[in-house]
């Protein structure tokens, strides 16, 4: 039974959260089945789309941002007994939209009966799409519409089997009328109510939100998502954000330690504000402290291209290999390519191979001790978490730097 059918069933008998279940070293036949179910679907963080707006969730664990994650185990829950519930998402570009996709529970008390979506190109003026009556399926309802050319979905819930209704997974099918590529999150947010600040250099893109103890971040963009390590106080993990076109609205999801579907650590939404009160208090190394806790570290600060080459290693990836090698004058580095995005583990050992042999010759370029740094190209050799989505994968498909 999927991990949000237990979550509100148990919640709704007897108001306890379920027991976090254990992680599956290997993708399930259900995760599988979710991942190729979801390969269409542009209406996906993974690919960039994003949380506008939305009326209200149950917990920020069951936000709007868990009907777009890819997940068929997570999803949107309305807060209970009242379905006057409306989320705005946005796709990454203008996008020509041919069907669209419904996953919601089974059972009556999460089962949603009725829906109208609608789409619009600028965000304000929407035409209806479809207002179809779902049955009790277990898989994806599909619904075919008049092509439209679109970049904003509106998700309307007009009826519900019972008090707690769900959407697990909202799907589009379509084509991307134009290259994909990140709208901006540099500047100044309100992030669930915190002050936040984005800045890039060159790529890379630090951030922090709070005012007291902030939430310190690194990272980049890999295509149109965002990819963050974070430090906050005693705890560590990374995130992904998506920022919506025209950049006034931002959201994303963190997991602590990595990214694995039992790790999740709640949904972000930003909105673009004035600069307010962040802390400019000098935090620990976010690199060597990430490290140190955790034995490795994600540079989603590295930049390559479709063909796996990097120009040049970042300012901010370079601090952080030189500063390994530092602390640590008796032990190798390790630099380890992985790589998950691909069914094929030729196709992945490919990639890891190319991005290690253009990442050599960068550093090479900078002046760096190879005989102290072991280059690995891992592919999708090891599994560092079950592979649940799109997104997962996504994260995990990065150069690391490990300690020996």
């Not at 997974?169 to 992030?191: D, K, T």
């Not at 094929?344 to 005989?371: C, K, P, V």
């Amino acid at each position: 039974m999927r991990r949000i059918v237990l979550s509100f069933a148990i919640l709704a008998a007897c108001s306890r959260p379920a027991a976090t279940p254990p992680v599956a070293a290997e993708a399930t036949r259900e995760d599988l089945k979710t991942i190729e179910s979801e390969r269409g679907n542009v209406l996906n963080m993974a690919t960039g789309a994003s949380v506008v707006s939305r009326t209200g969730e149950m917990t920020l664990d069951s936000s709007a941002v868990a009907a777009i994650d890819g997940e068929s185990g997570t999803g949107w829950g309305a807060p209970p007994a009242d379905i006057d519930q409306t989320i705005v998402f946005a796709l990454p570009s203008m996008t020509r939209i041919e069907n669209v996709g419904i996953l919601t529970p089974r059972p009556d008390p999460l089962r949603i009966n009725n829906l109208r979506l609608e789409a619009s190109s600028d965000g304000t003026t929407f035409v209806k799409l479809a207002e179809p009556a779902l049955t009790s399926s277990a898989d994806s309802q599909m619904f075919p519409v008049t092509p439209v050319d679109a970049q904003f979905i509106r998700f309307t819930l007009t009826g519900a089997a019972g008090n707690f209704p769900s959407l697990l997974s909202l799907q589009v099918r379509g084509q991307f009328l134009s290259v994909v590529r990140p709208a901006s999150i540099a500047g100044c947010w309100n992030v669930n109510g915190e002050a936040a600040t984005f800045q890039e250099n060159g790529g890379a893109i630090s951030g922090r939100i709070g005012a007291d103890v902030p939430i310190v971040l690194s990272g980049g963009a890999e295509a149109a998502v965002y990819r963050f390590t974070w430090v906050h106080g005693p705890d560590h993990g990374v995130a992904a954000m998506t920022v919506a076109p025209g950049a006034a609205t931002m959201s994303g999801l963190r997991w602590y330690e990595r990214a694995q579907a039992t790790h999740t650590g709640g949904a972000w939404f930003g909105d673009k504000s004035p600069c307010g009160s962040v802390s400019k208090a000098a935090a620990r190394d976010l690199p060597s402290t990430f490290l140190e806790r955790a034995g490795r570290y994600p540079l989603y600060t590295l930049r390559f291209d479709e063909q796996d080459h990097i120009a040049a290693v970042d300012e901010i990836s370079w601090n952080a290999i030189t500063s390994a090698l530092a602390r640590n004058p008796s032990q190798k580095v390790s630099l380890v390519a992985r790589e998950y995005r691909s069914e094929s583990a030729e196709t992945n050992a490919r990639r890891a191979r190319a991005r290690i042999d253009s990442l050599r010759a960068a550093l090479t370029t900078r002046g760096a001790d190879l005989s102290r740094i072991e280059l690995v190209a891992a592919g999708s050799d090891e599994a560092l978490a079950s592979p649940a989505s799109e997104l997962i994968r996504l994260m995990h498909s990065a150069v690391e730097i490990s300690v020996k």
